[in-house]
């Protein structure tokens, strides 16, 4: 039998409902990696004060930083979606993970539909990090995030998110073959 192949994507946004803007989308499908920036102007994405004020709390300086750099370099949503189908499509995946799948994957419907992009994944093919990191021990969790290079100023970055959750599933996969 043919081992699954795993493709894990984060976001980063500026609210909670699907519509809002998208700041970064990050995702990991075996050896590769995909880390887009995106412009908030180059969609009409909405943003909830709640969030805004979420994320003048955080306390990781690096993501603050990356979440709100110039728009220079960044590129915008839609041509983001269409190079993460690329990514998709090359990685030819049987499960996308996410931490929360619910919410990932429901902010990026929203914009696949608005900009009219059929959409690459099937609710059957959805997996939710959190289940794993449930049974992992915070001992191994902490292991993980300091070979993902969690170094303190990291989180909620999603390319530093998705390689954490990358990190997760692997192990998982890795324990559930021992137990064949």
Not at 44 to 58: H, I, M, Q, R
């Amino acid at each position: 039998m043919q081992k699954p192949v795993d493709l894990i994507i984060d976001i980063e946004t500026l609210g909670t409902e699907p519509g809002a803007t998208i700041l970064e989308i990050a995702a990991s499908c075996g050896a590769n990696g995909l880390t887009l920036l995106i412009d908030p102007d180059s969609h009409p994405g909405k943003f909830e004060l709640n969030t805004l004020l979420w994320w003048a709390t955080v306390p990781d300086k690096k993501a603050k930083e990356r979440a709100f750099c110039s728009s220079s370099g960044r590129i915008g949503l839609k041509d983001a979606i269409g190079r993460l189908n690329e990514f998709i499509e090359k990685g030819k995946p049987d499960y996308f993970w996410g931490c929360s799948p619910d919410f990932d994957y429901k902010h990026l419907e929203y914009w696949y539909k608005y900009f009219q992009i059929e959409i690459p994944w099937k609710f059957y093919q959805f997996r939710d990090v959190r289940t794993i990191r449930d049974v992992l021990t915070q001992e191994k969790i902490d292991d993980l995030e300091r070979q993902a290079g969690f170094v303190g100023e990291c989180k909620h970055m999603a390319s530093y998110d998705v390689d954490l959750e990358a990190r997760i599933v692997r192990t998982f996969r890795q324990k559930i073959e021992l137990l064949k």
